[in-house]
């Protein structure tokens, strides 16, 4: 998949916010907020992550994160999507909003 992006110019065709003008009016000050944020350790513990060991603890994206689940792109589902229509197994489906490639249209 790192190939194909390249190939395509290093398009990032998951998430359609980054090609909306109006998503960083909502975004860049969450994100400034998050990193700059002067009272961290009350902040971590109001959300809850007061106990990670990550560092830093906040960051708008991660190459780590991303890294950690290359092995699953080329991975065959199928099997899993045939047992789970066969047997009537309750499922959620997510499409998030701005999916442009793994969304609800694909």
């Not at 190939?3 to 359609?16: E, N, P, Q, R």
């Not at 980054?18 to 961290?40: H, M, Q, T």
């Not at 007061?50 to 906040?58: A, F, I, R």
């Not at 199928?78 to 969304?103: C, I």
Request: glycine content about 6%; hydrophobic content about 35%; overall charge negative.
């Amino acid at each position: 998949m790192d190939y194909i992006d390249d190939i395509a110019g290093g398009l990032f065709t998951y998430d359609g916010t980054i090609f909306d003008y109006e998503w960083a009016v909502i975004g860049d000050p969450v994100d400034f907020f998050l990193a700059n944020c002067s009272r961290k350790d009350e902040l971590y513990l109001a959300i809850h992550i007061d106990k990670s060991t990550k560092e830093p603890v906040y960051e708008p994206s991660s190459e780590r994160v991303a890294e950690a689940y290359d092995f699953e792109e080329m991975f065959d589902w199928s099997s899993f999507y045939d047992e789970v229509l066969y047997n009537e197994t309750p499922m959620l489906v997510y499409a998030g909003e701005y999916d442009q490639r793994d969304g609800p249209l694909t």
